[in-house]
Structure formats: C-alpha cells, structure tokens
C-alpha cells in the first residue's frame, strides 16, 4: 500500500496525457477498478478533430460495453485503401485506387463492426472522458506534469498548477507517460528515440465548409488533390461533410524549412484544391508539423511506462498512429489491474514492451511503406497491392511473442488466413445465438476465456472454472457442423479448448483435452500470468 501523509494524493495508477490514447487507458484501468488519475497542461477537447478510429479500436471500446454508444457516434466514412486522385473537388478524376479483390473482401469479415465504421479524435476523447468520469476516473485539465520520482515501491509525482504555478504532490504505484510526441515523462526517464526520422514537412487546415456535394467520392474514399497550385488531400470529418481537414504536402516554392503558412495562403490553397474560389471557407487553424516515424529505445523503466506517441511515432500516412497507441494502453490496463489487484505476479509488466513493440513495429512498416508511395507518386493501385499486407498486420493481425504467450511456435499466418494461432488476436466469426448473432469476439470476457471444442464435456468438470483460476469456460455455439466449425477455427482436434487472454488474444491452444485439464490449466496460468 502507499504510505503517505493525507496532503498528499494517492492513486493507483497516475496517466500523464488527456489525449486519445491517454483518456483511453484510463478507460480502462478504471472499468477494471482501477483508482485512476490522467491530467493534461491543457484541455484537449478544444482541439479540431484529427485522427480517426480503426475497428481495432472500436473493438476495444465494445468490449467495455460502448456497443451502443458507439452506433450513435460513429459514422461511414472511407473504406481502408480505397482512395481517389482529382484535379480538384469539382475537377475531374484522375485515378481511382482500391486494394486487390482478396484484401478487400478479408478487410469487410476481419471484424464485427463494419469496416468503413468511424469516428473522430475528439469525438472519441469525449466518450472516453464521460465513461472514464462515470466508472470513478478522476481527471486534471491545467495540471503540468514537472518530474516523478519512482522508487521500489511507488512513483512520487510533482506537478503545478497552470496560471498560479501552485505545486501539488501526487503517489502512485505506477506512472504512465500518454503526453505525445515530445514526451515530459520519457525525456525524465532518460529514454531516448535515436532511429527518429523525419520523414516530411508540411501542414494540416483544420475549416468548415459546405463541400459534400461538390466532392461526393469523399464519402467512401480517401481524396488527393493535385493541381499546378496544389497537392493536397481533403478528408470529411462528420457524416454531413461540412468539416474537414487538409494535408497541404505540396505547392510552388514550397520552403525546405518548416514555416507557419499564413491564414490567406492557406485560403487561397484550400481554394485551389476546391477548383471554385468563392466557396465559403471557416477556417480553424492550420497547422505547420513533422511527420516523423521512430520508436523509443524502451517502453519503460520500473514503474513509468510510455504508450502512444511518447513511445512510438509516425506519418498519419496509414492511418493507425492513435490507434496503435490506444491498443499500447488496452494492452497495459488489463496487465496493471491484474497486478495491482492480485491476479498476476510483477513479471506480467514485462510483456507489455515486446508485444507492444511488435505491434508499434508493424504499424510503422505501413506508415513508411505509404508515406515513401504517395511522396514519389507511385501508382496507388499498386500501392496499396504491395501494402495490402501490411496494412492488416498493422491494424490488428501483429503476433505477440512474450512470457504471456505459449506455444506460439506456429508459423505465422497469413493476412488472408483466418484461424487461431497463440500470440495473435482471437478471429472474428458470426455465431448462432438463438434469435442473434454474436461474434466470437463476444465470448471474451474481463478475465482468461476457455473456449471449448464441441466433444470437451470433460473440461467442464475439472474445475477450471473457479473463482481461484478467475477463468470462465465457455462452448461457443456454432451454425451447421460443430466440431468442423470449431477445429477450423481453433486448429484442435473437437475435445480441444483455445485460453483467450482478457484482451481477446490467443494465450496458449490445447490440440486435444489432456489427462488433467485442471491441473494443466493451473500450470499454464501460472506461466502466463508471472506466478513462476
């Protein structure tokens, strides 16, 4: 327990950071009971909205029983690799791009909800901020993180006070650092990014405007403008399309350094990437940015962790840079709540930086892989044909190989391939449930998940399902041939189980019922939960 006097606040787990990826994880940590606290120098949700959602993402909301909320929030917007090159909004079109036939059609069944399904940054950030509030989070606006000091046990924090500079003590026994790019908390942990590369220089308008109906393709795909004034994209940030965003990545006399671009020039571009000059523009800011890509030296030292930007970055090319980064904070809150609540030993934490390393690092394959395309121009279709790949393993079939993974000597799988393999993500398919459908996905639940063959009725009477074991056993209900549905999937004979991990990942795969399925059980948590 902290031991500390009374003017001093204690949490369990403090989360420097009130972007997507910080307010995300302490979602999480506290619809795990987590007594959290996040805090940001400023307020986040003033911001335009910049990034949007992957399912991946979605996903992980859904599983926090957001179903519904998200129905309401998110919207269809442009499909994964499906984009068009014009002349301008109301130009003609040059190119349309799609993804090989296979790709798409693995991308639309990869997951329940519908691969088109979105939404914003701040739209996010708002429904993570009202749930994280609801489920007990406490949250600081105006509050500079200044330094921590992490011992054995604890992690000191000091931080101030925006405006009248009033220090303030805070204890916990872990830290996070979700404070971007130029993380406070990973420059004090003495971690460095020495592969940092910048890979461009160039701006994003944030403004309003009534284009939906002089650029329609904008509502199923990515959009490129390019001119003799401009080269540029323009992508709706709602439904309506009466927001946007705009990367201007080139123009005439474009300066090598990075300089601020002033309001009427970004007019005049935004105007010229319209094709019409007297279309009202609203614009918001526009802002002057480097596109880098790297990943910190480490994710960690003792009790500070670092998720998101402050652990890894890259080009918004690919589209799965806060994504990436709310799945770091997924990853880490069911760890932390595990330890801090008894269920996992201290070595469980050091998964969290191999397994979200290899995630970040196929992340960043895509991210590069497409910056370098649209830089020289190549053709998008053969484009996205060579990084069709890259962009499934990126979003969410990356394997894990860690000390909470076993048997993940398989080879690994193919995007197109579609079964179990132990360190990858369970698959998503469509089971019968009486009057509904539910996807496998829906079977996971807050602790370690059995799933069960069709023929392994002797599972159930091991006594694996315990409250000591905090596994649940269950025998997924599926249409027409049960043990040909569930080998196909699982890759085991019909006795077989498949341990699924709290975050829906393939722990460990058991080919057939063995001889002690309790006893095996037992010895395969306690591998993967850090008991050894």
């Given at each position: 327990?902290?031991?500390?006097?009374?003017?001093?606040?204690?949490?369990?787990?403090?989360?420097?950071?009130?972007?997507?990826?910080?307010?995300?994880?302490?979602?999480?940590?506290?619809?795990?009971?987590?007594?959290?606290?996040?805090?940001?120098?400023?307020?986040?949700?003033?911001?335009?909205?910049?990034?949007?959602?992957?399912?991946?993402?979605?996903?992980?909301?859904?599983?926090?029983?957001?179903?519904?909320?998200?129905?309401e929030?998110?919207?269809?917007?442009?499909?994964?690799?499906?984009?068009?090159?014009?002349?301008?909004?109301?130009?003609?079109?040059?190119?349309?791009?799609?993804?090989?036939?296979?790709?798409?059609?693995?991308?639309?069944?990869?997951?329940?909800?519908?691969?088109?399904?979105?939404?914003?940054?701040?739209?996010?950030?708002?429904?993570?901020?009202?749930?994280?509030?609801?489920?007990?989070?406490?949250?600081?606006?105006?509050?500079?993180?200044?330094?921590?000091?992490?011992?054995?046990?604890?992690?000191?924090?000091?931080?101030?006070?925006?405006?009248?500079?009033?220090?303030?003590?805070?204890v916990?026994?872990?830290?996070?650092?979700?404070?971007?790019?130029?993380?406070?908390?990973?420059?004090?942990?003495?971690?460095?990014?020495?592969?940092?590369?910048?890979?461009?220089?160039?701006?994003?308008?944030?403004?309003?405007?009534?284009?939906?109906?002089?650029?329609?393709?904008?509502?199923?795909?990515?959009?490129?403008?390019?001119?003799?004034?401009?080269?540029?994209?323009?992508?709706?940030?709602?439904?309506?399309?009466?927001?946007?965003?705009?990367?201007?990545?080139?123009?005439?006399?474009?300066p090598?350094?990075?300089e601020?671009?002033?309001?009427?020039?970004?007019?005049?571009?935004?105007?010229?990437?319209?094709?019409?000059?007297?279309?009202?523009?609203?614009?918001?800011?526009?802002?002057?940015?480097?596109?880098?890509?790297?990943?910190?030296?480490?994710?960690?030292?003792?009790r500070?962790?670092?998720?998101?930007?402050?652990?890894?970055v890259?080009?918004?090319?690919?589209?799965?840079?806060?994504?990436?980064?709310?799945?770091?904070?997924?990853?880490?809150?069911?760890?932390?709540?595990?330890?801090?609540?008894?269920?996992?030993?201290?070595?469980?934490?050091?998964?969290?930086?191999?397994?979200?390393?290899?995630?970040?690092?196929?992340?960043?394959?895509?991210?590069?892989?497409?910056?370098?395309?649209?830089?020289?121009?190549?053709?998008?279709?053969?484009?996205?044909?060579?990084?069709a790949?890259?962009?499934?393993?990126?979003m969410?079939?990356?394997?894990?190989?860690?000390?909470?993974?076993l048997?993940?000597?398989?080879?690994?799988?193919?995007?197109?391939?579609?079964?179990?393999?132990?360190?990858?993500r369970l698959?998503?398919?469509?089971?019968?449930?009486?009057?509904?459908?539910?996807?496998?996905?829906?079977?996971?639940?807050?602790?370690?998940?059995?799933?069960?063959?069709?023929?392994?009725?002797?599972?159930?009477?091991?006594?694996?399902?315990?409250?000591?074991?905090?596994?649940?056993?269950?025998?997924?209900?599926?249409?027409?041939?049960?043990?040909?549905?569930?080998?196909?999937?699982?890759?085991?004979?019909?006795d077989?189980?498949?341990?699924?991990?709290?975050?829906?990942?393939?722990?460990?795969?058991?080919?057939?019922?063995?001889?002690?399925?309790?006893?095996?059980?037992?010895?395969?948590?306690?591998?993967?939960?850090?008991?050894?």
């Amino acid at each position: 327990m902290v031991s500390e006097t009374d003017s001093v606040e204690q949490y369990e787990v403090v989360v420097v950071g009130a972007g997507p990826v910080g307010l995300s994880t302490a979602l999480f940590l506290a619809d795990r009971g987590v007594r959290v606290l996040v805090l940001d120098k400023r307020d986040p949700l003033s911001s335009p909205p910049r990034a949007g959602t992957s399912v991946r993402t979605l996903e992980l909301f859904r599983t926090v029983g957001l179903g519904a909320d998200l129905e309401e929030a998110c919207w269809d917007g442009p499909a994964p690799l499906q984009s068009v090159i014009k002349d301008s909004a109301i130009g003609a079109v040059r190119h349309r791009a799609a993804p090989p036939e296979q790709y798409a059609e693995r991308l639309a069944s990869c997951s329940p909800i519908g691969i088109r399904r979105t939404m914003t940054q701040d739209a996010l950030q708002r429904l993570a901020l009202e749930q994280l509030r609801l489920r007990g989070g406490h949250v600081r606006f105006g509050v500079q993180f200044e330094d921590a000091d992490a011992g054995a046990d604890v992690v000191r924090s000091r931080l101030s006070e925006a405006g009248t500079g009033r220090e303030r003590r805070v204890v916990s026994r872990y830290l996070i650092g979700a404070d971007g790019a130029h993380s406070r908390v990973r420059s004090l942990s003495g971690i460095g990014m020495p592969d940092r590369e910048v890979a461009a220089r160039l701006h994003t308008a944030f403004f309003r405007a009534d284009l939906r109906g002089l650029l329609p393709e904008s509502a199923t795909h990515s959009c490129f403008i390019r001119n003799e004034h401009i080269y540029c994209t323009l992508f709706a940030k709602t439904a309506a399309g009466d927001r946007w965003s705009s990367h201007i990545m080139d123009y005439p006399g474009k300066p090598t350094e990075l300089e601020p671009l002033a309001p009427e020039q970004t007019l005049r571009f935004l105007h010229a990437a319209i094709g019409d000059g007297t279309v009202p523009i609203d614009l918001i800011e526009c802002n002057p940015w480097e596109a880098a890509l790297g990943i910190a030296s480490s994710f960690r030292r003792g009790r500070i962790f670092l998720a998101g930007d402050a652990a890894h970055v890259q080009s918004s090319a690919g589209g799965l840079g806060m994504n990436t980064g709310i799945q770091d904070g997924h990853n880490l809150a069911w760890k932390l709540a595990a330890v801090l609540h008894g269920g996992a030993g201290e070595a469980l934490l050091d998964t969290y930086e191999p397994e979200r390393r290899a995630a970040a690092e196929a992340s960043l394959a895509l991210s590069y892989g497409m910056h370098r395309g649209y830089q020289t121009q190549q053709d998008t279709n053969e484009l996205y044909a060579r990084l069709a790949d890259d962009y499934l393993r990126g979003m969410l079939l990356y394997r894990y190989e860690s000390g909470a993974v076993l048997g993940g000597d398989d080879p690994l799988p193919g995007v197109l391939d579609d079964h179990a393999v132990p360190g990858c993500r369970l698959p998503h398919r469509w089971l019968d449930d009486g009057d509904r459908r539910r996807s496998t996905l829906d079977l996971v639940g807050p602790d370690w998940t059995l799933l069960v063959g069709p023929s392994g009725s002797g599972w159930f009477a091991s006594g694996v399902e315990s409250d000591e074991l905090r596994v649940r056993l269950c025998r997924p209900a599926t249409a027409g041939d049960d043990a040909a549905a569930f080998a196909e999937l699982a890759g085991t004979e019909p006795d077989g189980a498949l341990l699924v991990r709290p975050d829906g990942f393939v722990a460990w795969r058991s080919a057939r019922r063995p001889a002690d399925p309790g006893g095996t059980v037992r010895s395969v948590l306690r591998a993967l939960r850090g008991h050894i």
